[in-house]
């Protein structure tokens, strides 16, 4: 598939981690050479740091707490580290990718972690709001892009 960018940024929170390090690998074989943010409550919450370091790719971990990298949030790190970026991947919790569409401008493509109830577009449990009407994240998702997002 066409990339979009030069020097993407994978931002990463909890269980948004692991599709970002398979997202990492596929951008590495198109030759592009991702940033990453790894966003944590505490220290002993980090896991895939060292597996996205053996990739050769700069990381960054934050935690809120401060006992480990930048202390705050994915986007403490993003302004402390002057990460230049051109295009935004994103997974994680609903609050951080809210607050990541506020601090950036940039294009990207968010993954929702949205509870499911029935998992193929039943039952509307997951359902996000969009300039096109309502996205299923089951069903229509769970990556939707920047400009389509209606918070």
Not at 57 to 68: C, E, F, L, P, R
């Given at each position: 598939?066409?990339?979009?960018?030069?020097?993407?940024?994978?931002?990463?929170?909890?269980?948004?981690?692991?599709?970002?390090?398979?997202?990492?690998?596929?951008?590495?074989?198109?030759?592009?050479?991702?940033?990453?943010?790894?966003?944590f409550?505490t220290?002993?919450?980090?896991?895939?740091?060292?597996?996205?370091?053996?990739?050769?790719?700069?990381?960054?971990?934050?935690?809120?707490?401060?006992?480990?990298?930048?202390?705050?949030?994915v986007?403490?790190?993003?302004?402390?580290?002057?990460?230049?970026?051109?295009?935004?991947?994103?997974?994680?919790?609903?609050?951080?990718?809210?607050?990541?569409?506020?601090?950036?401008?940039?294009?990207?493509?968010?993954?929702?972690?949205?509870?499911?109830?029935?998992g193929?577009?039943?039952?509307?449990?997951?359902t996000c709001?969009?300039?096109?009407?309502?996205?299923?994240?089951?069903?229509?998702g769970?990556?939707?892009?920047?400009?389509?997002?209606?918070?």
């Open positions: 598939p066409e990339v979009p960018c030069e020097k993407p940024l994978l931002i990463g929170g909890g269980v948004g981690i692991p599709p970002m390090f398979n997202l990492c690998k596929e951008l590495l074989k198109m030759g592009k050479k991702p940033t990453v943010i790894l966003g409550n220290k002993s919450e980090i896991f895939y740091d060292k597996a996205f370091e053996m990739l050769g790719v700069k990381v960054i971990i934050t935690t809120v707490d401060g006992s480990a990298g930048v202390k705050g949030f986007t403490d790190a993003i302004k402390e580290n002057g990460v230049e970026f051109d295009y935004l991947y994103t997974c994680g919790p609903l609050p951080m990718l809210k607050a990541l569409y506020s601090a950036t401008e940039c294009d990207g493509e968010y993954s929702f972690e949205e509870r499911m109830g029935c193929f577009g039943a039952c509307m449990g997951c709001k969009t300039k096109y009407g309502n996205k299923r994240i089951c069903k229509d769970p990556v939707l892009k920047r400009d389509e997002i209606v918070w």
